[in-house]
C-alpha cells in the first residue's frame, strides 16, 4: 500500500499554461505539506496544512494555490506557469509536528 | 527565522572508511533534528532523528549526536557500503510548526 501518493509522476508544459499536482496519504496524518526540490536539491517547504487548514504559507507567489478538500488530499494549482517553476513537488505527510515526515514520490515539473 | 548550514556539500569516501556530516542551526527554540536519505530520483526518507533532551542516538551503523550549546548535530556513518551513496539531508524543527532542510551532503562510496 502507497503511503503517500502524488499525481502525476511527470508534467512537461509551456510556460503560461495551468497545471495541477494531486496528493493523497492514507497513514491517518493529520498535516500535509507542499515541498520543492530544485536543480540543486535544495528541499523548502511552500505550504503545510493540518486538518484542512493552512498553517504554513513560505512566501510562495500567489500562482501557487493548495486546497485540502479533507484531511488526507492536499492538492496544488499552479497558474500562469514560468520556467522558474521546473523543479521536483514533493507531497508530505505526519502524524504530529516534529515527528517524521513521509514523503510522496515526487512531481517532476518541467516548463519549457 | 531558523538558519540551517550543512556541511560538506559532498563526499566521497572509500569503502569501509567512515563518513561524517555536519548541520548548524540558529535558534535554540529547536528541538528535533532528524536526518533524511535520498537516493538518485527517489523520495526523501528519514533514517534517524534525535530530539533535545539526548546527545547521542545509535542504528546500528549510524548514529546521530547533538551539542545543543553549539547548535550544532552531526550524522556518522560507520563501515560505509557501496549503498550509502546518496544525498543526506539534515533537518531542524524550528520549535513551532516547520522542519527547516539543510542543503544536502552528496556521499558517493567507491568500491
Known amino acids: 500500500d502507497t503511503a503517500v501518493s502524488q499525481t502525476p509522476k511527470y508534467l512537461v508544459t509551456q510556460m503560461g499554461n495551468d497545471k495541477s499536482i494531486k496528493c493523497e496519504q492514507n497513514?491517518?496524518?493529520?498535516?500535509m505539506y507542499w515541498y520543492k526540490q530544485d536543480s540543486k536539491k535544495f528541499l523548502k517547504i511552500m505550504f503545510s496544512?493540518?486538518?484542512?487548514?493552512?498553517?504554513i504559507n513560505e512566501t510562495v507567489p500567489n500562482r501557487f494555490s493548495p486546497k485540502s478538500p479533507d484531511k488526507a488530499h492536499l492538492n496544488l494549482h499552479i497558474n500562469s506557469l514560468e520556467l522558474g517553476d521546473s523543479a521536483v513537488y514533493f507531497c508530505?505527510?505526519?502524524?504530529?509536528?516534529?515527528?517524521?515526515?513521509?514523503f510522496g514520490e515526487g512531481s517532476r515539473l518541467t516548463v519549457l | 527565522g531558523e538558519n540551517v548550514e550543512q556541511h560538506p556539500s559532498t563526499l566521497s569516501v572509500q569503502e569501509g572508511d567512515s563518513a561524517v556530516i555536519k548541520c548548524t542551526y540558529s535558534?535554540?527554540?529547536?528541538?528535533?533534528f532528524p536526518w533524511y536519505k535520498q537516493e538518485l530520483g527517489k523520495r526523501p526518507q528519514l533514517i534517524i532523528d534525535?530530539?533535545?533532551?539526548?546527545g547521542e542516538k545509535k542504528d546500528q551503523r549510524i548514529a546521530v549526536t547533538l551539542n545543543k550549546t553549539a547548535k550544532h548535530f552531526s550524522l556518522h556513518i560507520t563501515e560505509t557500503q557501496p549503498e550509502d551513496s546518496a544525498v543526506y539531508f539534515c533537518?531542524?524543527?524550528?520549535?513551532?510548526?516547520?522542519?527547516?532542510f539543510g542543503a544536502g551532503t552528496r556521499l558517493a562510496v567507491h568500491p
Open positions: 508530505a505527510s505526519s502524524q504530529r509536528s516534529a515527528g517524521e515526515l513521509f
Open positions: 497513514l491517518g496524518h493529520d498535516t
Open positions: 496544512y493540518n486538518n484542512k487548514e493552512l498553517i
Open positions: 535558534d535554540s527554540a529547536s528541538n528535533y
Open positions: 534525535i530530539r533535545s533532551n539526548v
Open positions: 533537518a531542524v524543527w524550528d520549535g513551532y510548526n516547520k522542519l527547516i
